[in-house]
């Protein structure tokens, strides 16, 4: 019986700890855009691991970064805050051109076309995971498609939530 309990002692704080190897982020963009203005990141994410949800975001780019949903009311088109997202297992989710993407809000920095910066997925069960968003001309529609995603896990110290 002590056997049984000493293992699973063992095994919990592994079981505690997150999975970032499960989340990969890829295909990560943004347009260039005016410091003190708005700017946005779109970018696809991959779950190969159990069920998760997209709980926040962070950037050194921007005083603020909230995940949003541009949708269509009566032909209008307009954006809303979304607390969470939901990452099914085994699914992939695209935050693209009018649907969910990431809004940065009060840009610190003029974001030039050809520059990068770091984004921090934060998941509710993998943790935090940093990705580089590259900058695309203003207006662009697509990001980068040649070898340029990049998919770089950072599991957060102590693992888990945050």
């Known amino acids: 019986m002590h056997r049984i309990l000493a293992t699973l002692l063992l095994l919990l704080p ?9 989340i990969k982020v890829e295909q990560v963009w943004s347009r260039a855009a005016i410091a003190g203005h708005e700017g946005v990141v779109y970018l696809t994410i991959i779950n190969a691991g159990p069920a998760d949800s997209l709980t926040g975001i962070s950037t050194p780019v921007a005083a603020m970064a ?3 949903r541009s ?15 939901a990452i099914e297992p085994g699914k992939t989710v695209s935050l693209s051109p009018n649907g969910y993407h990431i809004m940065l809000m009060n840009l610190k920095q003029t974001l030039k076309q050809g520059d990068s910066f770091p984004v921090t997925l934060t998941f509710e069960k993998a943790g935090q995971v940093t990705a580089t968003a590259s900058v ?21 110290s102590g693992g888990g939530k945050p």
């Open 14 to 22: 592994t079981a505690a700890l997150g999975d970032s190897s499960a």
């Open 66 to 68: 909230e995940l949003h």
């Open 71 to 85: 949708i269509n009311e009566n032909g209008v088109m307009k954006m809303r805050g979304v607390p969470s997202l």
């Open 136 to 156: 695309e001309k203003a207006g662009a529609t697509s990001g980068p498609t040649s070898g340029m995603s990049e998919h770089m896990n950072m599991p957060m």
